[in-house]
Each structure stands twice: as C-alpha cells, then as structure tokens.
C-alpha cells in the first residue's frame, strides 16, 4: 500500500462500526488486485482509468453494505 492510498469509504449500516466495514473493504479491494495480479504477470503496471476505480470501490461498498444489512445480526432489529 503506497503514501496516497485512500480507503474505499464505506456506505454506513446501522449497528456497525464504519471503520471495521472499511477494514473489510481494504482487505477485499487488497484481494482482488493480488489475484489479478498472479493470473496476468505480464502486465507490468497498475495504471487505470480514476472513473473506474470510483466505479469499482462504489460497487464494493455497496454490496459489502448490502450483504451486511441482510446477513449481519446487529445491522436488523425483531421488528423489521
């Protein structure tokens, strides 16, 4: 992880520390580049486009928050 990295900031779920979430989103996002990065080593260098890395972190966010509101028992209350 360089100086200049920014964290992919998390969309908030009730119930649920935002720090942990984006922890969760480091290690994933983290994930995914180490395995692109072993199934295509001949390429050499990391550049992409800022819109889609926006696009995929907002992506992320959101499922993580949605995976969490559905399947997390803090994020839901009996009532709901």
Not at 37 to 63: C, N, Q, Y
Not at 65 to 79: I, K, Q, V, Y
């Amino acid at each position: 992880m360089s100086d200049d990295y920014t964290p992919i900031k998390p969309v908030p779920v009730e119930g649920i520390d935002t720090g942990r979430i984006a922890r969760g989103l480091g290690k994933a996002s983290d994930a995914f580049w180490a395995a692109m990065v072993a199934e295509f080593p001949e390429v050499k260098t990391g550049d992409m486009d800022p819109l889609s890395v926006f696009a995929i972190e907002e992506a992320m966010a959101r499922a993580a928050a949605s995976w969490l509101w559905a399947n997390h028992p803090a994020a839901r209350t009996e009532d709901e």
